[in-house]
């Protein structure tokens, strides 16, 4: 009799990582968004800073088309593979506290100021 052992298969199960992205910027037009970064250039971007928090959160209110912006840009804790293609690129490479350039995504055009990141 030949008994036939099955390996059990390790499953290695990987760490989600999550990031915090608590303020963001959508506008539907280029013009819009560049006007937008170009607040943040002139406040602290050009100067080598980081943009405050509350600061970010107060242009986001002014012009983000999105409803989070009523909220400051508010978008929360969010897993990888939640948001499409770009916003989630973008929101995983901006190093905490960092805010990102303006970028395109097929809802319009977005800044990221990415608060945390969490495991």
Known sequence: ??????AKAKVERLPMALALVHTH????K??????AYKKLQDG??????KVPPAEFA???AEYSECPS???GGDLG????????GPFQEVAF???VGATSPPFKSTHGYHIILAEGRKN
């Open 58 to 60: 107060k242009i986001a």
């Open 30 to 35: 280029q013009g819009k968004i560049n006007e």
């Open 44 to 49: 602290w971007l050009s100067n080598g800073d």
């Open 69 to 71: 912006g009523k909220k």
């Open 77 to 84: 804790w969010f897993p990888r593979g939640k948001m499409a």
């Open 93 to 95: 490479n901006t190093v």
């Open 25 to 28: 910027i959508l506008c539907e």
């Open 1 to 6: 009799m030949v008994v036939v052992q099955k």
